[in-house]
């Protein structure tokens, strides 16, 4: 570590005491200038894509509860141990929840049992804002995370055409997701060819320039024989 000693100061600084006339124009200059700071709680940060807040399970439009087929593969993967589920075969031979707990102020906030949900059944939603006084408020039960999931859908207006970025990671391969999983209408935002992420960004990126430069080639060569850059994304 580099330790940063002030420079010293000359007679004539120390004579006029011209750090004071440099800190008050300082404060005069900030004065002018647009605050920056934010109101809240009247005016809410908008978080970035991505963000895993509290936990919901996705209320189903058809039947009306959740999702949830309790495949338990959250629970085998949340690294804290506090999603617990029961179930039980029915006669038609599926799964059907008789609970599903989550203890919220155990969990990490890791978002691997949102990425691991085949059905996209359980979610971490945008809200940050959430307080209790008892320990207990925070383990949440299957119809406290479907109320969850209804407080996300008004604070949000509309949920229609919402990509949880869990769910779906930005620039996964259609083919690649389970079916539920699937999207027809992906915004560009999510699916669009520079999205690359983690360790395979570089190499899609470059990727994507080659194959670009590649159509380029085409292109100029014999206009109307290019072929669109590789699929990074359906
Ligand atoms: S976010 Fe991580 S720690 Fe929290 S419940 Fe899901 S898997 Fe467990
Ligand atoms: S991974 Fe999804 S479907 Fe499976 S038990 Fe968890 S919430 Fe239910």
């Not at 009247?42 to 919901?56: L, M, Q, S, T």
Request: aromatic share 8%; net charge positive; with cysteine.
């Amino acid at each position: 570590m580099q330790v940063q000693y002030k420079p010293r100061r000359n007679w004539l600084q120390t004579l006029l005491q011209t750090e004071i006339a440099q800190g008050l124009a300082l404060t005069l200059r900030h004065m002018f200038r647009k605050p920056v700071t934010q109101q809240y709680p009247d005016e809410k940060p908008v978080v970035a894509a991505g963000f895993r807040g509290r936990h919901a399970l996705v209320r189903d439009a058809e039947s009306g509860g959740s999702r949830c087929v309790a495949c338990m593969r959250c629970a085998r993967v949340c690294p804290s141990h506090c999603i617990r589920i029961r179930s039980h075969r029915s006669v038609d031979g599926s799964r059907k929840v008789d609970a599903y707990v989550i203890d919220a102020l155990r969990c990490i906030y890791c978002g691997y049992c949102a990425e691991v949900c085949p059905v996209n059944a359980i979610v971490l939603t945008e809200i940050y804002a959430y307080a209790g006084r008892t320990r207990q408020e925070f383990v949440f039960d299957e119809a406290h995370l479907l109320r969850n999931w209804d407080e996300f859908a008004a604070e949000k207006g509309s949920l229609e055409g919402y990509v949880n970025p869990l769910s779906r990671p930005r620039n996964a391969l259609q083919r690649f997701l389970p079916a539920p999983k699937r999207k027809e209408h992906v915004s560009a935002e999510w699916s669009g060819e520079e999205q690359w992420v983690g360790q395979h960004w570089q190499a899609g990126k470059l990727r994507n320039e080659t194959a670009h430069g590649i159509a380029n080639m085409w292109e100029s060569a014999a206009p109307g024989l290019a072929k669109a850059p590789a699929d990074t994304a359906e």
